[in-house]
């Protein structure tokens, strides 16, 4: 066998994979950049001052009152429980396992895909410092219920007293941002028709950080809009079967062309 007819996943996957300890290294920059850049404290009555203008604005243009979703969570315990849980657990590791499915299963689009999640999250970290805002649990004016505190589990501890995270960094929602970008990524990256059903992780999140008062719907929209820039920007390889996993084993049709007009002259 020739190398005209060589099978296009192996050889497009060794050139398109990255040296994996440079990899880990920037995937673990990523995390730590996204980690230290919510340490930024201060600020306490502009971000409450933000909170405000935020709420008065949702109401102005007559978006969903975040209360509706989270009465449902209100019915049951179990229910604000489990909300919490997915929102204290879910965020990294579903995040890392996306990033390493690509890196294993489909490098060609591992590349594009960290540099939209390390593009939004660069942009999430600006706007955290630019815009500090309250989430709606500590507003009072929400009448909303902080459900980690009452339900547990909780990530965050006093306000007033937590030097470990930035509790004014609300907008916008990177739990939101980088749920949706594992959506998009899995989609471009499959081609079965299950993936359809990949929507269904970002849109369970959303509902999360908004039933348990940690995010406005704006700090969502942001997000959301943040993804879409960064996408419009960032290149992404064309959709072929090779590269969304079909064909393994078998020749791209380029090659495959090729390999015809070379029988045909003989």
Do not use: C
């Not at 209100?74 to 965020?91: I, M, P, Q, R, S």
């Not at 593009?119 to 459900?147: C, E, K, M, N, Q």
């Not at 007293?161 to 989609?187: C, R």
Request: charged share 15%; glycine share 8%.
């Amino acid at each position: 066998m020739n190398a005209r007819t060589e099978p296009a996943q192996a050889g497009s996957d060794a050139i398109a994979r990255p040296p994996l300890v440079r990899e880990l290294l920037l995937v673990a920059g990523l995390f730590l950049v996204y980690k230290f850049g919510r340490l930024a404290t201060g600020h306490t009555g502009e971000a409450f001052h933000n909170a405000h203008r935020v709420w008065d604005f949702e109401r102005a243009v007559h978006l969903p009152g975040e209360g509706t979703v989270q009465s449902l969570l209100l019915h049951g315990d179990g229910l604000a429980h489990l909300a919490n849980t997915y929102y204290a657990t879910v965020h990294f590791p579903a995040t890392a396992a996306f990033l390493v499915w690509l890196y294993l299963r489909r490098p060609v689009h591992y590349v594009w895909a960290r540099r939209v999640l390390a593009a939004v999250t660069a942009a999430a970290l600006v706007l955290h410092l630019l815009f500090p805002l309250a989430p709606p649990r500590l507003l009072a004016a929400t009448g909303l219920v902080d459900t980690a505190r009452v339900y547990g589990p909780s990530v965050y501890g006093d306000p007033a007293t937590d030097s470990l995270s930035n509790q004014f960094a609300a907008m916008p929602s990177l739990h939101f941002g980088w749920a949706l970008m594992v959506a998009v990524g899995l989609i471009v990256a499959t081609r079965s028709r299950w993936r359809w059903l990949w929507p269904a992780h970002p849109l369970l999140t959303l509902l999360v950080i908004v039933g348990t008062a940690n995010h406005y719907w704006l700090d969502a929209i942001v997000a959301a809009a943040l993804l879409g820039l960064a996408l419009a920007v960032i290149h992404l390889p064309d959709r072929t079967a090779t590269t969304a996993g079909r064909a393994q084993g078998g020749l791209v049709p380029a090659q495959r062309d090729e390999r015809a007009l070379v029988g045909a002259g003989r």
